[in-house]
């Protein structure tokens, strides 16, 4: 049985990943950091049927020796500090997680066994203030936080082991992608939470940042597929993988409270502590090469997975307050 080795199990991207893989016939082995409190709310469904094993970004003998002890045909490393707002507040251990990181494993894999395949999850945050619309491939990187920085180093690091040591390395240059796993302080599951929690008489108003500001929204679980298809290629190379279309917070907001038949307007305030030091106002990709390449499409819809967002968070607190 093929073993696969997944960093930032516990995540969303993790979670959905270890699913497909476990589809794909895989032995699923997981990287977790040491918590006080158990942190497996997204994996718990999978107890039993995956192999959970300690070890930190930060500490490249913890990688070492589990890169040795799994010896996986392929790694994911989706492992991350993947909030933007906290970049700014934790630079350096964004850094160190985000960028250094991607070159521990890089290290471990050239040590131990070359002929392991890995994945990078890098990010549509490398084109932050963007120099083309739709973002591809080839489209100048231009990061506008230290996340968005650190991810074009984890980019470019592995770009550079391909080539300097002939690993199989591949980026996936992701768009934003969302889920009823997304964590709840991004956008988007901030907005299905609070919705229906407003629903429901659990909260009076939703307080958001800058609501203009405009991403391509897509489906973490349509996302996950596109890893894997690049480790199956032929040659290693880089993808982005986005649905081609981009929405603004503001249509996110209508469209969340029109699920629930609430008007807006009256719940949504704008709070400035939430606007960011630097913007990345508009993303939009261009996913015609991991078309082509690939074969790979998006299933679900801007609007169709705000309802499954909504009608999950809502069954959530439907069912905790009895
Ligand atoms: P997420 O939900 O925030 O998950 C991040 C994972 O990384 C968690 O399992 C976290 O563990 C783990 N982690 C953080 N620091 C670690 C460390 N020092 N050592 C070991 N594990 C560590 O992120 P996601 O949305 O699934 O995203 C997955 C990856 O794709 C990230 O690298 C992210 O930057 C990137 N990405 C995401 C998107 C998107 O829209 N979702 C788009 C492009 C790229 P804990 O549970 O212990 O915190
Ligand atoms: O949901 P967000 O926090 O996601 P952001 O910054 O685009 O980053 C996500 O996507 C990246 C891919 O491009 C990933 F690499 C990264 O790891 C992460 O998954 O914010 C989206 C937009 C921003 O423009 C922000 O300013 O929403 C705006 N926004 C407005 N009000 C808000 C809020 N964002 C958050 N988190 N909270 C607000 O109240």
Redesign the pocket.
């Known amino acids: 049985m093929k073993k696969v080795l997944i960093?930032?199990?516990?995540?969303?991207?993790?979670s959905y990943l270890a699913d497909f893989m476990l589809e794909k016939g895989y032995e699923v082995h997981g990287?977790?950091?040491r918590?006080s409190t158990e942190?497996d709310e997204r994996i718990e469904h999978l107890k039993g049927k995956i192999h959970i094993h300690q070890?930190?970004?930060?500490d490249f003998m913890s990688l070492v020796e589990l890169v040795d002890t799994v010896r996986p045909v392929e790694i994911y490393?989706?492992?991350?500090?993947?909030?933007v707002p906290t970049s700014w507040n934790q630079p350096v251990l964004t850094g160190e997680?985000?960028a250094l990181?991607v070159t521990r494993i890089l290290e471990a894999i050239k040590l131990i066994d070359k002929k392991i395949k890995f994945y990078q999850?890098?990010?549509?945050?490398m084109f932050g203030k963007v120099q083309e619309i739709p973002q591809k491939e080839t489209t100048i990187f231009y990061p506008r936080s230290p996340?968005g920085v650190a991810?074009v180093y984890g980019h470019w690091i592995t770009i550079n082991y391909r080539e300097s040591y002939d690993i199989f390395a591949c980026s996936g240059i992701?768009?934003?992608?969302?889920s009823p796993r997304?964590?709840r302080e991004f956008v988007t599951r901030k907005i299905t939470d609070t919705v229906s929690r407003i629903k429901l008489g659990l909260d009076d108003k939703l307080y958001l940042g800058n609501m203009d500001a405009k991403r391509d929204w897509g489906f973490?679980g349509d996302y996950v597929r596109a890893m894997w298809a690049m480790l199956q290629q032929d040659e290693p190379d880089d993808f982005v993988i986005a649905t081609g279309e981009t929405h603004s917070v503001k249509e996110f907001v209508e469209l969340s409270f029109d699920r629930v038949d609430l008007d807006w307007k009256k719940y949504v305030e704008v709070d400035k502590s939430l606007f960011r030091p630097a913007e990345v106002h508009q993303l939009i990709g261009d996913a015609s090469k991991a078309k082509r390449i690939l074969k790979w499409e998006p299933t679900i819809s801007f609007k169709e997975l705000i309802n499954m967002m909504i009608d999950s968070d809502m069954e959530y607190y439907k069912k905790k307050i009895g």
Not at 7 to 14: A, E, K, L, N
Not at 55 to 58: A, I, S, V, Y
Not at 174 to 178: C, G, K, T, V
């Open positions: 960093t930032g199990i516990t995540g969303q991207d993790g990287m977790v950091r918590a942190n070890g930190d970004l930060l490393n989706l492992a991350a500090q993947s909030f997680f985000t990181g999850a890098s990010s549509s945050e996340y991810k992701l768009f934003n992608h969302e997304r964590g973490a």
